[in-house]
């Protein structure tokens, strides 16, 4: 019999992160500045990063190695599972194989632990004692919380007011790891009373509390920021996944025919994907790559690819990437995690060179897979995870019709305990699906700046 | 370097449950009818459990075969990891060695699921269409809704109302499992209904929530009852969790010095303990073993060994047991799991015979220890699972003051996902101590009713 859970030994945590930049198939158009049309200086990026971390934005080596003191800490849940979800196979009676990684094993709920812990580690390194970051869902502030207090550094959180309202546990639970947490847009920058003052009333945005973080980080000589997605740093880190599921796969003597995750900013598909990327791009394997956003915030399904800013008060550099428009107001989905107006660039490039494929689904789909996963496998998912269960099994139901069964790998990057209130929307029958207009979004696109054309680089 | 979890492969999931009746030092007073003083009739125990739990439950056989249903159910989450809690020891400077049976990788997020699985099994068996149960915590009441739901079986749930109120993410876990949830005491029974016009504002205690769900189960002939500690056979399910740890111990070579639980009605000691004390007993093992009690609901520290109901309304065949008196009202402390006034009559003989220790705590040392926990192992530990770490961490210092470092083994029951409202309580520094008074304690000793003197059996 095999076994449903597959795991590795600690010993067998990658020693490298994947780079995916030294196997895209063109060049990747550089981050630049708004104002000279250059890539940013480094003197300004070392204000916000620890250096290492820069040098890892901007490298192109294949492989970066993971220090010992990361994967000492990674030992705290890495090798993370790689499990069969026989039980919800059954109940469907799939012919097709649904195989996920559970990243929701990590102390923090999630796979975000999994660039937490080494931006936390380099910027111990380089004498950083405070670190501020935004959160969306909450996932990626717990997990900087917890890292930042095993290397005894203070971290502040600006948290998109929806979630923060929506999860006060989350909230708690950065405030165990010994964080303090604002609710964004806030009173504490100049960026949040600028946005409140024009819109009171707003539930806040990934974009907004990028500005808040940065410009706090900017007030406290020292103080560095973190972010959580986007930026080709913490999709490195995330590579560990996708690494590991080979290895996974390799020991069960299988290969997976799709490879499938959610879109927030980008980490928690890329993470999973790029490794299996590689084997498309390189070894000619013969992988479907998937990736699934939702409908209230389409940025690959419905936006453009072009460069623009990563928040909402344009203090970042250009970023070429796909984007709704950095005014882009998404409407207060549940997946808060996937709230996001733009992608990391090396996906976006990938999306657009028709290498991985973009998909959207709506809420209610979403917590219908959701409820389905709970009820077999056991698993409450997050919100954002339970988008890629959703879509591979539209996938699996697909291939079956086809009558050619496919195995297929999803990512689950977390669980949902802290997002208990969204399964009650959709319990009780009030879940909205809201899908923004042509209109609406044709005036966010509007916001994109004026750049030079992304298609010449 | 030696790996911090330890993992066993799901072949090595133990082929039986050990029953610690077998290996009693004493021969353990039967459960009597309080009218008869016989042991209850087997009609009785039908009525209100399945048959093979009844078996289990009277049963002295060493060895009872876990059947395969249940063991390809058991790999959703079992093995459970042994863990090093290596970061702990090195912040506190530990001689000792930390370890931990991770029991909160459960779906439902506790040991529970170890006796929730088997029982809905045994339930399907016979037909059962629909099981009635009480929950203090949530833990028992979340374990029993997704067992009850993967056997297609109605589950309904009474839950302390202390627990409804402050865990309202726990009400929503059940309900995602498709189960039916009241708050206890409640209008639904005549049990409740009484309790409430004697006590309209009590909090609600275990005690209680069992009254209405046995009332409940006999008022439906499809209906069967179901508990989640305090029985023979819900114990003897739970030794699954000791019997892995053994072999965990033999596969690093090591073997724990001190085997440490918390302890509500027993299934969270007795699950990880009665496989060593079966070492103890039979091999001559050199083993502690440590139960710890809040010190608001002390039934094994200031307790008496007596035959008491199991239940506020004395619905229930009396017991041989440590206990408080079935009318002891705790305080409303977080570890709602552990707000009993019992425990497990083989359980309560051991400590009477001085084979497992009897310590106990208050709320605000164990949730220092937790917070600690948090912020170097990363979990959350539940507020129940918190009493074995205080009480491990104790005896670690005590072992290392003495320059005689020991193993410690202690038992992580659950996570603390749906506890956080207790964590802002004792981050806001609000949070009491509340111990009972000699004069209520010998108060509530009076409800324990005139039986035969259980010394005589």
């Known amino acids: 019999m095999k076994e449903k859970k597959i795991y590795l030994t600690e010993q067998e945590i990658p020693n490298s992160w994947y780079n995916m930049k030294a196997d895209l198939p063109k060049q990747l158009p550089p981050m630049i500045m708004a104002d000279t049309l250059q890539p940013p200086a480094i003197e300004m990026l070392e204000r916000l990063f620890a250096k290492p971390l820069i040098e890892q934005e901007l490298s192109t080596s294949r492989y970066i190695e993971i220090p010992e003191e990361v994967k000492k800490l990674y030992s705290m849940y890495r090798p993370s599972p790689l499990i069969r979800a026989n039980f919800l196979e059954e109940k469907l009676g799939l012919k097709s194989k649904l195989y996920f990684k559970n990243e929701g094993v990590s102390p923090s709920g999630s796979h975000k632990s999994n ?144 490879v499938v995750g959610c879109i927030g900013g980008g980490s928690s598909l890329t993470g999973m994907a790029f490794p299996f990327v590689q084997d498309k791009l390189t070894k000619g394997k013969d992988v479907r ?104 099994i539209v996938e699996a139901q697909n291939a079956d019709a086809e009558g050619k069964p496919k195995t297929i790998l999803f990512n689950l990057t977390g669980h949902g305990h802290f997002d208990m209130s969204a399964y009650d929307n959709y319990l009780s029958g009030e879940m909205q699906d809201i899908v923004p207009t042509d209109d609406e979004i044709n005036e966010s696109l509007k916001t994109i700046p004026k750049a030079p054309d992304i298609s010449k680089y």
């Open 115 to 258: 660039s937490a812990i080494p931006q936390a580690y380099y910027n111990k390194l380089i004498g950083t004692k405070r670190i501020t970051t935004e959160t969306g869902a909450g996932q990626w502030g717990s997990a900087l919380s917890m890292a930042c207090k095993v290397f005894d550094i203070e971290c502040v959180v600006y948290m998109v007011k929806v979630s923060y309202n929506q999860k006060p546990y989350r909230k708690i639970l950065m405030e165990t790891y010994g964080a303090t947490v604002y609710p964004s847009p806030s009173e504490h920058t100049s960026a949040g009373r600028a946005i409140l003052a024009k819109f009171p009333d707003t539930s806040g945005s990934l974009a907004m509390a990028i500005s808040e973080a940065i410009e706090d980080t900017l007030q406290d000589e020292h103080s560095r920021y973190a972010l959580g997605s986007v930026l080709s740093h913490v999709v490195l880190h995330q590579t560990i996944i996708g690494q590991e599921a080979k290895k996974q796969f390799e020991l069960i003597n299988e290969y997976p025919d799709i």
């Open 289 to 392: 790559i998937v990736s699934v956003e939702p409908k209230a915030c389409p940025k690959f399904t419905r936006g453009i690819y072009a460069y623009d800013f990563g928040d909402a008060s344009n203090m970042t550099p250009l970023i070429p990437m796909y984007t709704l428009g950095n005014g882009f107001s998404p409407s207060s989905i549940h997946a808060g995690g996937l709230r996001y107006h733009g992608g990391n660039a090396e996906l976006s490039l990938l999306i657009k060179e028709g290498i991985v494929e973009a998909h959207a689904l709506g809420q209610k789909e979403v917590f219908a897979a959701a409820v389905l996963f709970a009820q077999t496998e056991g698993i409450i998912p997050a919100p954002e995870s339970a988008h890629a269960i959703a879509q591979a």
